[in-house]
């Protein structure tokens, strides 16, 4: 889908909810590395996709004079890309931005989940992963409305274990070379704006999951350089025990965490 046409799905959410508290959509001209969609009231809101990152955001900053102060802050953030997504991913995003705007918890609840900003840019932790990974793979949809709702934080090294892990090793079992090669390019993005604990997700748990070494070779076939001497290297660990060093309380630490890793990377092997 055009990212135009999804650009305008998801913005009619947008204008819907802002248009019905008073809000006015002002005319701002695109550039070719951005899309812009501005709207003015008690504050201002702006809808922006990068086009070179594939990134749709929702920000808001306060208004000066009649006009936004360019203090922005990004509230929500979504990746976007027209190869692979479709009209039910842009209208999912716009729902999401509604959302935000209509609900202060909401927006409180999804600045809190956001990660240390990197860049001037913030991170993306295992809920967003989680979030994205539904255009590929459905049901996980209500698996994730049900982890929110009984959960008071979103346990993601535990939820890709054991919800997105079986779901992913199906998808990869079944589908072409076109569908990985498109899967591959959404999860370098991803590994690329994730947070450490995604990037885990990715390498450790999700690719590591996957028997198959031709499927392995294609789903890393778009990652960069570095992703895929880190993914092969972490595919190195499946099946190892890593005992604790016990001099260095923080190699420690990491290789305990390696280790539980492993454990339930066995069950999933029997």
Request: net charge neutral; proline share 3%; charged share 30%.
């Amino acid at each position: 889908m055009e990212i135009k046409t999804a650009f305008d799905i998801i913005n009619r959410k947008v204008e819907a909810v802002l248009l019905d508290k008073g809000y006015t959509r002002q005319y701002v001209v695109d550039t070719y590395s951005e899309m812009t969609a501005l709207y003015t009231g008690d504050i201002a809101y702006s809808v922006v996709y990068y086009t070179e990152k594939k990134r749709i955001v929702l920000r808001t900053c306060p208004m000066a004079d009649g006009e936004p102060d360019n203090s922005w802050k990004t509230i929500a953030t979504w990746l976007l890309d027209e190869e692979v997504d479709g009209v039910k991913e842009a209208e999912n995003i716009g729902n999401d931005f509604a959302e935000t705007i209509t609900g202060p918890k909401q927006i409180a609840a999804q600045q809190r989940r956001r990660a240390k900003k990197e860049n001037g840019e913030q991170t993306n932790d295992p809920l967003f992963f989680a979030n994205r990974m539904v255009a590929f793979l459905p049901d996980l949809r209500d698996e994730v409305a049900f982890e929110k709702a009984h959960y008071a934080s979103f346990r993601g090294i535990t939820f890709a274990d054991e919800k997105i892990l079986p779901l992913f090793v199906s998808y990869v079992g079944s589908q072409g070379a076109k569908n990985l090669e498109k899967m591959s390019k959404t999860l370098s993005d991803l590994y690329d704006a994730g947070d450490l604990d995604v990037k885990g997700i990715i390498t450790y748990i999700l690719l590591n999951g996957i028997d198959d070494d031709e499927k392995f070779e294609a789903l890393i076939g778009q990652f960069t350089k570095e992703q895929k001497k880190i993914a092969k290297a972490s595919r190195n660990l499946r099946g190892k025990k890593i005992k604790p060093e016990k001099p260095k309380k923080p190699k420690k630490y990491m290789a305990d965490t390696l280790n539980t890793l492993a454990e339930r990377r066995a069950q999933y092997n029997k």
